[in-house]
């Protein structure tokens, strides 16, 4: 079942803060943060595992809250090179590590000078 | 290493062919994953496998589709035949163990026409 990611999309000024969310309705294992460009791949963020741990990546930030089957993506002071569709990818949790990843339905950040 | 190499880039066909889409994995990585991505559906993971053993086809859309790994190096995604509806972009991606990062291929741009 896909995860669904809040905002739809948002532009923000550089220099900015935003949130997004990705939401499941199933028990997660962990959760993976993945930044694509337009017209190329997904480029890998981070990823979480269950047990509500936060990480950071530059100014890039998240966490993930197993019991409420939900991770928030943190991006403070926004640059141009933020821009793209943001995605998550849920991973269930069925009581071990599977590695199937099921992607969410995005999010497109638009950063603007 | 080059990355996860894709081949071709871009591909159109017409209905009623068969086109197969072709991946290297970077080596050394255990899994490989084969993803779908379209505006209405967003990325799709359509098959995935580990040390070269499908695990998980449940996203495999019809019949029409299958793939191999028949050894570590390389894997093929065959649609046979082929409908205007499997116009997409088709991603392999691999990574090197269960909850790590996965690489993504430059992508394979199907249009059926």
């Known amino acids: 079942q896909q995860p669904v990611q809040s905002p739809q999309a948002v532009i923000l000024r550089e220099g900015e803060d935003a949130v997004i969310n990705c939401s499941s309705s199933?028990?997660?294992?962990?959760v993976h943060w993945y930044r694509q460009k337009h017209g190329e791949a997904p480029v890998f963020l981070m990823i979480?595992?269950?047990?509500?741990e936060q990480k950071g990546h530059e100014k890039i930030s998240a966490s993930f809250n197993e019991k409420k089957q939900q991770s928030s993506l943190y991006l403070t002071a926004s640059q141009l090179s933020y821009s793209g569709t943001y995605f998550c990818?849920?991973?269930?949790?069925?009581?071990?590590?599977?590695?199937?990843?099921?992607f969410g339905t995005g999010t497109l950040l638009a950063v603007q000078p | 290493d080059a990355g996860v190499i894709q081949s071709p880039r871009h591909e159109v066909t017409e209905m009623g062919q068969e086109v197969t889409l072709r991946c290297k994995p970077i080596?050394?990585?255990?899994?490989l994953f084969w993803y779908r991505q379209t505006m209405m559906r967003g990325l799709e993971l359509l098959i995935y496998?580990?040390?070269?053993?499908?695990?998980?086809d449940s996203g495999m859309p019809e019949d029409r589709f299958s793939a191999k790994m028949p050894n570590a190096s390389f894997s093929t995604l065959k649609i046979q035949p082929s409908e205007p509806r499997d116009s997409a972009v088709y991603f392999c991606?691999?990574?090197?163990?269960?909850?790590?990062?996965?690489?993504f291929g430059q992508g394979t741009r199907l249009t059926v026409v």
């Open positions: 496998f580990n040390n070269n053993v499908p695990i998980d």
């Open positions: 990818g849920t991973e269930r949790n069925y009581g071990g590590a599977t590695n199937k990843l099921i």
């Open positions: 199933k028990a997660l294992y962990s």
């Open positions: 080596s050394g990585h255990d899994y």
């Open positions: 991606a691999s990574s090197r163990a269960s909850n790590t990062e996965a690489f």
């Open positions: 979480l595992l269950k047990g509500g």
